[in-house]
């Protein structure tokens, strides 16, 4: 397939003909060209006809003028590229080439506006930029120069003087407002493209905030339900520990009747209905009384004393287990240390022992199953060296850690 281009090597660019090629290599040194199968892209603005040769070029367009719809005619325009370099005419060709139009007449720049192109220049535009702006807007006006400049500035001849045929060169008409007018017009331009470029960077600005308000209202957002998720988790979770709690106090309580059952079995009873009602209280002193009543076992009596003290603050689980630990430390002190007065002797107003074990109901009553006994108007409690029973000791040790240990003890 014929090239339809040609691709510089050194930048990339793609260019449609040989004198674009060669006007290329004078602005940028580049040597390196080679045929390319590429079309050179033409975009045309449907709203003023201004052809642009790539997507930023078309971009900037939209930017600057608001015409946002582009017509591809890209295959439209290629052609296959000759790669002659155009000669040019010698005298003799010149000669036979007079009767007919020829393409090598002499070209020079155009003639513009001098006043125009001086405040063109005043203001900072290069003498090629201001020339061309001049020559393509007819020398109309100076605001049409700059407008013709700022939509045009991509283009790749911007800073190239144009040229024009020497019978085609047009003579400058006669500038129509004088040079205060042109420098207030001037001012009035550059003070417009102030005021553009300020409202531009503001409406920039909106658009960040407005994109750091979105992304922290995602954030929260995330951050709720993320919380959310994980009190539902741990709902289910304390759920499901219930439920596997209730589950251990029915075991319990099935073995409970089993046991009361193999009692009653072994003490010759008949099995007790599931449906019957209970006795009253007369028939049950009866049968009490039938039976032969055992005392009480200091461990039994010290049972009974921990699960009372439970049920009485069933509510907080967290003190009930400070108490019992606090005895256990006050029981183990007299066990390992019986000479010593001051581990039998316990000040009933100190505050420590008020919270932990004083101010509970069945607390001091466990220290006199001990052997403890109130004196010196009740402001202690006194354990004498005589009274000190290793065997009560150690039973209550006993005692305490299971009630420490057993997550069921004082349940049922």
């Known amino acids: 397939m014929a090239g339809v281009s040609l691709k510089c090597g050194d930048c990339g660019a793609l260019l449609k003909s040989v004198e674009e090629a060669q006007e290329h290599a004078e602005l940028t040194s580049h040597s390196n060209f080679s045929e390319s199968t590429e079309a050179v892209l033409n975009l045309v603005c449907t709203a003023c006809g201004k052809p642009c040769r790539s997507k930023t070029e078309s971009d900037l367009h939209t930017k600057r003028t608001g015409h946002t719809e582009f017509v591809d005619k890209t295959l439209e325009a290629a ?54 702006a001049l020559h393509f807007t007819g020398n109309t006006s100076l605001e049409a120069a700059v407008n013709w400049v700022v939509e045009h500035e991509a283009d790749p001849d911007i800073d190239q003087l144009p040229m024009v045929p020497v019978n085609k060169n047009v003579e400058a008409p006669k500038p129509s407002l004088t040079p205060e007018e042109m420098k207030l017009k001037a001012q009035e331009l550059r003070e417009r493209a102030r005021k553009k470029k300020e409202e531009d960077d503001k409406r920039m600005e909106r658009e960040r905030e407005k994109e750091r308000i979105r992304a922290g209202k995602e954030l929260l957002e995330a951050k709720r339900i993320e919380e959310e998720n994980e009190r539902k988790r741990l709902l289910a979770l304390r759920k499901a520990e219930k ?14 009747e089993e046991d009361k059952a193999e009692r009653r079995r072994r003490l010759g009873l008949p099995p007790e209905e599931p449906a019957a009602v209970k006795p009253s209280a007369p028939v049950v002193e009866e049968r009490k009384s039938s039976l032969p009543v055992r005392p009480a076992t200091k461990a039994e009596q010290m049972r009974e004393c921990l699960r009372s003290l439970k049920q009485n603050h069933k509510d907080d689980d967290a003190k009930v287990k400070r108490a019992f630990q606090t005895l256990l430390t006050y029981v183990g002190n007299v066990a390992r240390n019986p000479d010593e007065e001051k581990f039998r002797k316990i000040r009933l107003n100190n505050q420590t022992f008020q919270d932990r074990v004083g101010s509970l109901r069945g607390g001091v009553e466990f220290f006199e199953i001990c052997g403890f006994e109130k004196v010196e108007g009740d402001q202690f409690l006194f354990l004498s060296r005589d009274k000190v029973d290793m065997q009560v000791l150690n039973s209550a040790g006993s005692e305490l850690n299971s009630a420490i240990n057993n997550p069921f003890f004082g349940v049922l």
Do not use: H, W
């Not at 000669?95 to 007449?105: C, F, L």
């Not at 439920?243 to 409970?256: D, G, S, T």
């Open 79 to 132: 052609k296959p590229i000759g790669l002659e370099v155009p000669k040019v005419a010698t005298d003799a060709e010149e000669a036979v080439g007079a009767g007919s139009t020829s393409q090598s007449e002499e070209m020079v720049v155009p003639e513009v506006d001098k006043k125009l192109l001086e405040e063109l220049e005043a203001m900072g535009f290069p003498t090629a930029r201001a020339t061309r």
């Open 243 to 256: 439920e596997e709690e209730k589950r251990a106090r029915e075991k319990i309580r099935e073995k409970l």
